[in-house]
């Protein structure tokens, strides 16, 4: 089994800072792409940012400049720093992952965190 947690989320200011945390568990040999994703009540989910293995990058035009996305394949963790948050950030973000186990690959779910910023 893989389990996917992320952590960080809460409320803020507008123009305000948070960064969020995945960690991947279980039956892992490695992670391909990692991505973040949220979603507003009443809207689809959307991209906000994905790395790649070997750290290539990139983000929703929304988020360019203010989001930065990074991850450490030594603790499977994958981050998101977000500055100058907007209330229009507001969202549930969801972490996801391509594991590659060693029979097989999955792509992996986070339960999510929610950010608010406030006004």
């Known amino acids: 089994q893989v389990q996917l947690v992320e952590s960080g989320g809460g409320l803020v200011q507008a123009g305000g800072s948070l960064r969020l945390s995945c960690a991947a568990s279980?039956?892992?040999?490695?992670?391909?792409?990692m991505a973040w994703y949220r979603q507003a009540p009443g809207r689809n989910r959307e991209l906000v940012a994905a790395?790649?293995?070997?750290?290539?990058?990139n983000y929703a035009n929304s988020v360019k400049g203010r989001f930065t996305i990074f991850r450490d394949n030594a603790k499977n963790t994958m981050y998101l720093q977000m500055n100058s948050l907007k209330p229009e950030d507001t969202a549930v973000y969801y972490c996801?992952?391509?594991?590659?186990?060693?029979?097989?690959?999955?792509?992996?779910w986070g339960q999510g965190t929610q950010v608010t910023v406030s006004s």
């Open positions: 996801n992952a391509v594991i590659i186990r060693t029979w097989d690959h999955l792509t992996s």
């Open positions: 279980g039956s892992i040999s490695s992670i391909n792409q």
């Open positions: 790395i790649s293995s070997n750290n290539n990058t």
